[in-house]
């Protein structure tokens, strides 16, 4: 492995890779590398090349070249919305809110997603503040599949179906406060 920069473990890449040194070349090992780096949001780009070994005529050196994606992400939003007489309110209801989201696509120097999402927002009524909303979520998408050994061992009879599979822990916590009506406090999680 050769690298500008140490923004990957080697034995994670190397894991990934499905084309092996004195093993006979194969279309679907091939197929099967160039995808799994593609499927990873770590990378912009994954390219494979062959050319002629020097060795012998039967054998290939073959360069995996790895191109790193911008490693964080930035999103930020705002919302805006109008609420006319409905079952609760008899007035007008203006609301503004603003979202903050930054993606890591690189955790753990393993290409594991790590994305955090803050939301905020107001709605304004005849009494000023009619509604405070608040909220944040976190997602951590590992691209492997973490189970017990007994279920990977089931979904795994062909080793391929493993290449696509994530797991994704998701905590989301919001606090909602609608003025003189109700107030809800959640929090929610899932592996």
Do not use: C
Not at 106 to 131: C, H, K, M, P
Not at 163 to 178: E, F, G, H, K, P
């Amino acid at each position: 492995i050769i690298s500008r920069t140490d923004k990957f473990r080697p034995s994670f890449v190397t894991s990934n890779i499905y084309l092996r040194p004195q093993r006979l070349y194969r279309r679907t090992n091939y197929d099967r590398t160039i995808n799994r780096f593609g499927q990873m949001g770590a990378w912009q780009q994954a390219t494979i090349s062959f050319t002629p070994s020097g060795v012998a005529d039967s054998l290939l050196d073959v360069d995996l070249r790895l191109y790193p994606n911008k490693k964080y992400k930035l999103d930020v939003g705002v919302e805006a919305s109008r609420n006319t007489a409905d079952i609760i309110t008899v007035g007008n209801l203006f609301g503004v809110g603003v979202n903050l989201g930054l993606l890591n696509r690189n955790s753990f120097r393993q290409s594991v997603l790590s994305n955090t999402t803050l939301r905020a927002g107001v709605e304004l009524g005849n009494d000023f503040i009619q509604t405070t909303q608040a909220s944040i979520a976190h997602t951590i998408s590992f691209p492997r599949l973490i189970a017990p050994r007994f279920i990977v061992r089931k979904i795994a009879r062909n080793e391929r179906r493993l290449d696509s599979l994530r797991s994704v822990l998701n905590l989301n916590a919001s606090y909602t406060d609608r003025r003189q009506f109700f107030t809800v406090q959640s929090f929610n999680a899932s592996w």
